[in-house]
């Protein structure tokens, strides 16, 4: 007989609220920034191909990993790997994904403080300039100040603890059924503008033009990196939504679905960046600078910019939102159950953490700047210890214990929904990959993150 909490426990409603929220999850900034630039660095169309066979390979091996390991335990990160492998130290797959978390929302509320900062410094005029010195000026501004960003990131985990605080299907599943569609939406707006500026056409080929003799070994191991990450894999987020969803739901053509559809995501933020930026003759760049410099300079030089730079930072703010709600619910889950707190005593407690910790990351470019460890600054260690060590490992000892630990029958029971699809084929290829292939893949792509290959 199952246990009373987990007969009672909140879920997703609808197929759309769990492609919805998983792909909320999956959706972030790096599909505006990061994405879209290391395509056009790496090959254009050449590199998408070889990233989405990177990411059919180890990326979506990994994500249907976490929801059926979620589906089966209706549980939270930790106690879904004690209750499948009790007495065992696979918890600690868990605990590193609950730690993830908390450190990537330490430091992603601070890049999201900005963004909403941006869209108030949008919609007021402040930021319209076709100077990129000037633009720069205004982002050091807000970045090397003390009150404006700890504001902005606090204002960022009270929005997203409010929304943690009503619930699973109340919560998280209404609102990311209501922005996803948004953020499309005004993607394809911002889309149709930058096609109709003149020269145009050198972004799109930037972008889409094959350039296969680009497709080096480096390249592949970006395209292996990038397909790893884009997931949300490795942090524990896909397996807490994944104890939210339904035992009839079909997780192999869901994670394909979302896979897709956050390619789409990115693909669309490139077509939205990328012609623009060179229709006004500036050098595409990644990370802040383009975010907050170039963007602002290039909008502003558009007839009604102002209007599509506040466009523009409101779909960007819905991508980081998206994943925030993701990140924060996994130590809220843990909190809830292992603990035994209620929704509300546990968001509290893990917004105030993520607040105490955050400030320190925000703080690094200011009163905190010489504040290092191991010669990194608090925001960029927060970065290196997740990316670089908590969420590789994660997700190669997420993909063993699937697929030699858990093993093929438990595997088939979750691909069939215990008989009533059929996946039999799908699933054998699937368990080559994610036995062999994903867990050699991101132990290359934890070895190059740390440069040791």
């Not at 990994?62 to 089966?72: K, P, Q, S």
């Not at 930790?78 to 868990?94: D, I, T, Y």
């Not at 007021?124 to 990131?153: D, H, R, Y």
Request: aromatic share 12%; with cysteine.
């Amino acid at each position: 007989m199952q246990d009373k909490s987990v007969t009672n426990r909140e879920g997703f409603t609808s197929n759309i609220g769990v492609i919805a929220a998983t792909l909320g999850s999956a959706v972030g900034l790096g599909n505006i920034w990061k994405f879209p630039y290391v395509t056009g660095e790496n090959g254009g169309a050449a590199f998408i191909l070889v990233y989405l066979i990177c990411v059919t390979l180890v990326g979506l091996p990994v994500m249907i990993a976490e929801l059926m390991i979620g589906r089966r335990t209706k549980r939270n990160a930790v106690e879904a790997f004690e209750q499948l492998a009790p007495r065992k130290p696979w918890f600690l797959v868990g605990v590193a994904g609950v730690i993830s978390a908390f450190l990537i929302m330490a430091f992603y509320t601070c890049v999201a403080g900005w963004v909403y900062a941006y869209i108030f410094k949008a919609a007021t005029g402040s930021i319209s300039s076709t100077q990129t010195k000037v633009t720069s000026a205004i982002f050091s501004s807000l970045s090397k100040s003390v009150a404006q960003p700890l504001f902005w990131q606090l204002l960022v985990l009270l929005v997203t603890g409010a929304i943690i605080m009503t619930g699973v299907t109340k919560g998280i599943e209404r609102v990311t059924k209501i922005l996803m569609p948004i953020l499309f939406l005004l993607l394809l707006v911002v889309d149709i503008r930058s096609l109709t500026l003149p020269g145009a056409n050198k972004g799109l080929n930037y972008l889409f033009n094959p350039d296969f003799h680009k497709i080096t070994v480096t390249v592949i191991l970006a395209a292996l990196g990038l397909a790893f990450f884009k997931l949300s894999i490795g942090m524990g987020a896909m397996i807490t939504y994944g104890s939210y969803v339904s035992d009839d739901q079909n997780l192999p053509a869901t994670a394909l679905t979302v896979m897709l559809s956050d390619t789409l995501v990115s693909i669309m933020a490139g077509v939205a960046i990328f012609p623009a930026v060179f229709a006004f003759g500036i050098k595409p760049d990644a990370g802040p600078s383009l975010l907050f410099i170039t963007i602002p300079a290039i909008f502003s030089a558009m007839p009604f910019g102002n209007v599509f730079m506040v466009l523009f930072f409101i779909l960007v703010s819905i991508a980081a939102t998206g994943a925030m709600l993701s990140l924060l619910e996994v130590p809220v889950a843990f909190m809830r159950e292992k603990l035994n707190w209620s929704r509300a005593k546990s968001t509290v407690a893990t917004v105030v953490g993520i607040a105490l910790v955050g400030s320190t990351a925000t703080l690094s470019n200011s009163i905190l700047a010489n504040v290092l460890v191991f010669g990194k600054n608090l925001f960029d260690f927060y970065d290196f210890v997740t990316s670089n060590i908590l969420l590789p490992l994660g997700g190669i000892f997420i993909a063993l214990f699937v697929g030699w630990f858990w093993g093929y029958q438990n595997v088939k029971q979750e691909f069939s929904n215990h008989g009533e699809l059929s996946n039999d084929g799908i699933h054998k290829i699937y368990m080559f990959l994610v036995r062999i292939v994903a867990p050699i893949a991101i132990i290359i792509v934890m070895l190059a993150g740390l440069n040791i290959i």
